[in-house]
Nanobody
Framework: QVQLVESGGGLVQPGGSLRLSCAAS???????MGWYRQAPGNQRELVAA???????TYADSVKGRFTISRDNAKNSVYLQMNSLKPEDTAVYYC???????????WGQGTQVTVSS
């Protein structure tokens, strides 16, 4: 089974940028890949997703600021986050769902903190 490892989180000032990476241990070719986040006291929510065919979905709160992309050759997915706001502070999780078998795989999460 594919395993996921996130990286790229950290502390950034409001208005700043971060790029999250998610490296998979195997092929992600037939997976829909997504980024979710969970802030303290809140439920985990979808931030962005990219299907195996390349179509993308974004939460309304991040449209125009975040961009999800994938590189199947590198078994990786990325989340470019611009114009960050304090309300973007959360643990960000990478997710992979197999298009056929619907296997759902999670990474361990990476903390993003937006604060001055």
């Amino acid at each position: 089974q594919v395993q996921l490892v996130e990286s790229g989180g950290g502390l950034v000032q409001p208005g700043g940028s971060l790029r999250l990476s998610c490296a998979a241990s195997g092929s992600i070719r037939f997976y829909t890949m997504g980024w979710y986040r969970q802030a303290p006291g809140n439920q985990r929510e979808l931030v962005a997703a990219i299907a195996s065919g390349g179509s993308t979905t974004y939460a309304d709160s991040v449209k125009g600021r975040f961009t999800i992309s994938r590189d199947n050759a590198k078994n990786s997915v990325y989340l470019q986050m611009n114009s960050l706001k304090p309300e973007d502070t959360a643990v960000y999780y990478c997710n992979a769902q197999h298009d056929l078998f619907k296997t759902n795989i999670w990474g361990q999460g990476t903390q993003v903190t937006v604060s001055s």
